[in-house]
C-alpha cells in the first residue's frame, strides 16, 4: 500500500540522518519525501567526517525543530563540522529550533577542555532564542559560569535544562543557577550539579510567581564537601510548593561516604535514585525504603554483597511498590529477585544477578 507524501515524511522525520540518506536511495517515491521540510522536523546528526552531511541535505538542516548533535571530539575537523551543523541550525533556521541535545565521543586531545564548542555554540544562539529545551549532558568537559550565564541570557523560552554533565567537576556555582532561573522563569525540567545548588537557589524556586517544577535531576560528587547540605526543611518547603516534582539523584563514586546522608534528606521527592557509591549502604538503604516509598521508580545500585544487603533488598520491595526498575551490580539471594517480582506490580526491568556474570550485566525485561 502506497502511503501519501506527508505521511511518509512524517515517519522519516524521526530518523538518524545516516538513515535518511539510505531512504533516499531506495526509491523514487521515498527519495521526494526527503525533501519535505517535515521530513526534518527531528535529525540525529553524527560529525564523525567531514562530510557526515550530504550536499544534497545541507539546505534542509534549518527545517530541524529538534537536533540530537553527537561530535567526535579527537579531531579538530570533526568538532568544526559540528559547528557547521550549529550554524545552520540555529542562525539559519530562524527560530525553527526547540529542543538541542549536544554529545561527544571519541577520545579528545590532551588538556582539550571543549571550549571551541562550548563558544561556537554561544555563538550561534540569537538573542532571545525560541529554544525551549538543551541537554548538554553529553558533553564530557566541565561547563564553567560564563556559558551558563550566556546561555540563560540567549534563550529566556527554556523550559528544561540539563547541565548535570559526566564531568569531574561541578563549574557552575549557585549564583549562577539563581541567574538561570531569573533569566529562565518558564523553566520546569532541571539538571545541576547538586554543588551548584544552594539553600537561596531553592529559596528562588519558592517565589509564587515560578512556573511548577515538574523534574529536578541531581548529579552529587565530591565537589559537595565544599558546600553547605541542603536541610531537610528546605526540601520540604520545596515540596510543598511544587506537589508534582520529581527529583532524580545520582551519587556518584566520587562522592566521601560521609557526604551520603547529608544528600538522601527524607523530604526530598526521588523518583530515580543511582548509587554508585561502591560502599556499603545498609543504613542509607533503610532509610530509602522509609523515606521514598511513595515515589521511588527506579534503583540503582552498585555495592557489597551480603546476608544483611539481601534483608535490606526484601525490605525496599515490601515498601516501594512503585519501583518500575530495579538493577543490582553485585550478587543477590533468590529471594530478593522473588520479592521484587511479587510485591512490585509495575515493575519491568531489573539487573538481579544470583551469581556474578561477565560485564556488562543482561538486562531482564519482563514486559
Not at 534549518?62 to 537536533?67: D, F, K
Not at 559526566?166 to 522563569?185: F, Q, W
Request: glycine share 4%.
Amino acid at each position: 500500500m502506497d502511503l501519501p507524501e506527508e505521511i511518509l515524511a512524517h515517519i522519516f522525520s524521526f530518523l538518524s540522518l545516516k538513515d535518511k540518506c539510505n531512504a533516499f536511495l531506495v526509491c523514487k517515491t521515498w527519495s521526494n519525501s526527503l525533501t519535505c521540510s517535515s521530513a526534518w522536523t527531528h535529525a540525529e546528526i553524527m560529525c564523525d567526517s567531514r562530510d557526515c552531511v550530504p550536499q544534497r541535505f545541507s539546505d534542509r538542516l534549518p527545517c530541524i525543530r529538534h537536533l540530537k548533535l553527537i561530535v567526535s571530539v579527537d579531531e579538530p575537523a570533526h568538532r568544526q563540522t559540528g559547528l557547521w551543523v550549529l550554524q545552520q541550525v540555529l542562525a539559519r533556521g530562524h527560530g525553527r529550533l526547540r529542543r538541542l541535545c549536544v554529545s561527544c565521543l571519541g577520545n579528545p586531545p590532551l588538556f582539550y577542555s571543549g571550549q571551541d564548542l562550548l563558544h561556537g555554540l554561544v555563538d550561534v544562539l540569537n538573542s532571545g532564542s525560541s529554544l525551549m529545551a538543551l541537554d548538554l549532558r553529553g558533553v564530557p568537559f566541565t561547563l564553567n559560569d560564563s556559558c551558563i550565564k550566556c546561555i540563560a541570557a540567549l534563550c529566556p523560552a527554556l523550559q528544561s535544562l540539563f547541565i548535570n554533565n559526566s564531568s569531574l567537576v561541578c563549574g557552575v556555582v549557585s549564583e549562577t543557577i539563581r541567574y538561570v532561573l531569573k533569566s529562565c522563569p518558564s523553566l520546569n525540567t532541571i539538571g545541576l550539579f547538586q554543588a551548584s545548588v544552594s539553600h537561596d537557589v531553592l529559596r528562588d524556586l519558592l517565589e509564587p510567581q515560578r512556573t511548577k517544577l515538574m523534574l529536578l535531576e541531581l548529579r552529587c560528587e565530591r565537589s559537595l564537601k565544599y558546600v553547605t547540605p541542603l536541610s531537610d526543611q528546605i526540601w520540604a518547603d520545596v515540596k510543598r510548593r511544587h506537589p508534582g516534582l520529581r527529583v532524580d539523584l545520582e551519587l556518584d563514586h566520587t562522592l566521601p561516604e560521609l557526604q551520603v546522608p547529608s544528600v538522601l534528606q527524607p523530604s526530598i521527592p526521588v523518583r530515580q535514585l543511582r548509587l554508585h557509591t561502591w560502599t556499603c549502604l545498609l543504613d542509607e538503604l533503610r532509610l530509602v525504603a522509609q523515606s521514598y516509598a511513595g515515589t521511588l521508580e527506579v534503583l540503582e545500585l552498585q555495592t557489597t554483597a551480603s546476608p544483611e544487603l539481601n534483608t535490606v533488598l526484601v525490605s525496599i520491595a515490601t515498601q516501594c511498590t512503585k519501583l518500575c526498575e530495579v538493577h543490582c551490580y553485585c550478587v543477590v539471594s533468590q529471594n530478593v529477585i522473588e520479592a521484587f517480582c511479587s510485591l512490585c506490580p509495575d515493575l519491568h526491568r531489573y539487573t538481579l544477578k544470583t551469581r556474578k556474570e561477565l560485564h556488562p550485566w543482561t538486562c531482564t525485561t519482563l514486559r
